[in-house]
């Protein structure tokens, strides 16, 4: 990722075909050494290649991924079919007990 993420801040600097030595140049930048092998395998597989279009046909895959937001809406519309005739519940009101300021002993932790 580290390497990815070098290549595409070169691209967004305006070199549209980063070498391995400008990668390696911004990751030493930040004190992070480069993956020889790692940076070849990316450069490899960039080739020739148009980073925005590549984006763009991942972010077409993701579209198509579930994401898994409709599995809250049912517990909703059951509560509105009952007409709103239940009450909502209160929880209890937490009960003040006078010994619990006596409990540090007159002192604070940071006094």
Known sequence: ???????????????????????????????IEADDDRLEKLLSELKGKDIQELINEGMQKLASVPSGGAGG?????????TGGAAEEEKPPEPEENEESEDEDMGFGLFD
Do not use: R, W
């Not at 993420?5 to 990751?27: C, M, R, W």
């Open 73 to 81: 809406a049912a517990p909703a519309a059951g509560g509105a079919a």
């Open 1 to 31: 990722m580290k390497h990815l993420a070098a290549y595409l801040l070169l691209g967004l600097g305006g070199n549209t075909s980063p070498s391995a030595d400008d990668i390696k140049e911004v990751l030493d930048s930040v004190g």
